[in-house]
T-cell receptor, first 114, second 111 residues
Framework: KQEVTQIPAALSVPEGENLVLNCSFT??????LQWFRQDPGKGLTSLLL?????REQTSGRLNASLDKSSGRSTLYIAASQPGDSATYLC?????????????FGAGTILRVKS | DVKVTQSSRYLVKRTGEKVFLECVQD?????MFWYRQDPGLGLRLIYF???????EKGDIPEGYSVSREKKERFSLILESASTNQTSMYLC??????????FGPGTRLTVL
């Protein structure tokens, strides 16, 4: 059964710092991996989606990498801002045969201090 | 803009009550999902549906049922609410080859 782990569970950094959030998964046979952002009391917003054949995806100050063979992904946030404060969730899609089901990690709570 | 609407943002119910949580999407997507989110546990899939009147159990279906009579509407039903069903409930939708789009969530408290 696929399991997704995110480290650290919480992170507090000063504004302007570059930071890395980590995600690991137990079964390397995945269809894709996504990073989501969740603001307090709100739903999830998709940030980046990496297909299993890709190594990384970039959007603005965000860069996500995928190493399928080792079961790891990282989300890199450059020049962090207070507005980046949120919970970041990693999710893997096990395969096409599972429909569009996702398996989520527990998330990393990020606080960027001004 | 993609929109997933959930019927309530906050709900307080008593133990033993029947509870309906409704989710409506405006994008004609085939897949719809119900998750619950608890601190330290992340999102866990309760049920999902890939077509009208079709449903499949997720990882934690016990104590829940669902209904999808129309493509745009997916309901989660707690037949007899219990205190351990106090949680944040999130609805999502998506196509097979796309990401999932989430609603704002319903925070349910069962007293």
């Amino acid at each position: 059964k696929q399991e997704v782990t995110q480290i650290p569970a919480a992170l507090s950094v000063p504004e302007g710092e570059n930071l890395v959030l980590n995600c690991s998964f137990t079964d390397s046979a995945i269809y894709n991996l996504q990073w989501f952002r969740q603001d307090p009391g709100k739903g999830l917003t998709s940030l980046l989606l990496i297909q299993s054949s890709q190594r990384e995806q970039t959007s603005g100050r965000l860069n996500a990498s995928l190493d399928k063979s080792s079961g790891r992904s990282t989300l890199y946030i450059a020049a962090s801002q207070p507005g980046d404060s949120a919970t970041y969730l990693c999710a893997v899609r096990p395969g096409l045969e599972y429909g569009n089901k996702l398996v989520f990690g527990a998330g990393t709570i990020l606080r960027v201090k001004s | 803009d993609v929109k997933v609407t959930q019927s309530s943002r906050y709900l307080v119910k008593r133990t033993g009550e029947k509870v309906f949580l409704e989710c409506v999407q405006d994008m004609d997507h085939e897949n719809m999902f119900w998750y619950r989110q608890d601190p330290g546990l992340g999102l866990r899939l309760i049920y999902f549906s890939y077509d009208v009147k079709m449903k499949e159990k997720g990882d934690i279906p016990e104590g829940y049922s669902v209904s999808r009579e129309k493509k745009e509407r997916f309901s989660l039903i707690l037949e007899s609410a219990s205190t351990n069903q106090t949680s944040m409930y999130l609805c999502a939708m998506g196509r097979d080859t796309d990401t999932q789009y989430f609603g704002p969530g319903t925070r349910l408290t069962v007293l």
